[in-house]
Antibody, heavy 114, light 112 residues
Framework: EVQLIQSGAEVKKPGESLRISCLGSGYNFSNYWISWFRQVPGRGLECVGRIDPSDSYTNYCPTFQGHVTISVDRSLNTAYLQWSSLKASDTGLYYC???????WGRGTLVTVSS | DVVMTQSPLSLPVTLGQPASISCKSSHRLVYHDGDVYLNWFHQRPGQSPKRLIYKVSQRDSGVPDRFSGSGSGTDFTLKISRVEAEDVGVYYCMQATHWPETFGQGTKVEIK
């Protein structure tokens, strides 16, 4: 069974760093791009960016360009989304999904508050 | 960015009756390969989105045939032939033809 397993909820303070993960199982991880999305009440679903696990090529959505980093560890079948300095406005539910959204993780809730 | 506009945003429906959701894009969604990357998702409360339809009209595996997608150019539609109780939730259209991928605002379907 194809699954995307995301890491647990995080509570952080502004300025702190964070890395959340997305483990792919049940399929050849390198064959499918991984996309990241954010969902915030009142703002719907937003694209964060995507990565090709075969070569780590990434695209970032303009709103998130320069503020997040998407990476992958093929040996662990895991994709990551990380921040070096969180802001309160980064609060939200972050989903990973296989490219074109045929499978989604359950989401990681990130709360940034002083 | 391509703007996806859904209507209605709220859709009260009677069990067993049909339902229809419209999605209009600000740009044509035909990709270089000739395909149209327009997807429909269903999200129940507390759950992650689930894809129902891809490339305008292709149903995902396991999706009941009461769900159908249609459209072309900039106008697309999701139809439910006979609404069942499990169909409640929010439906989103999403385009993946142009970067960045963008979603509609969502249509909340509830039972009258």
């Amino acid at each position: 069974e194809v699954q995307l397993i995301q890491s647990g909820a995080e509570v952080k303070k502004p300025g702190e760093s964070l890395r959340i993960s997305c483990l792919g199982s049940g399929y050849n991880f390198s064959n499918y791009w991984i996309s990241w999305f954010r969902q915030v009440p009142g703002r719907g679903l937003e694209c964060v960016g995507r990565i090709d696990p075969s070569d780590s090529y990434t695209n970032y959505c303009p709103t998130f360009q320069g503020h997040v980093t998407i990476s992958v560890d093929r040996s662990l079948n895991t994709a990551y989304l990380q921040w070096s300095s969180l802001k309160a406005s980064d609060t939200g539910l972050y989903y990973c999904a296989r490219y074109l959204g045929d499978k989604w993780g359950r989401g990681t809730l990130v709360t940034v508050s002083s | 960015d391509v703007v996806m506009t859904q209507s209605p945003l709220s859709l009260p429906v009677t069990l067993g009756q049909p339902a229809s959701i419209s999605c209009k894009s600000s740009h044509r969604l035909v990709y270089h390969d000739g395909d149209v990357y327009l997807n429909w998702f269903h999200q129940r409360p507390g759950q992650s989105p689930k894809r129902l339809i891809y490339k305008v009209s292709q149903r995902d595996s396991g999706v009941p045939d009461r769900f159908s997608g249609s459209g072309s150019g900039t106008d697309f539609t999701l139809k439910i032939s006979r609404v069942e109780a499990e169909d409640v939730g929010v439906y989103y259209c999403m385009q993946a033809t142009h970067w960045p991928e963008t979603f509609g605002q969502g249509t909340k379907v509830e039972i009258k």
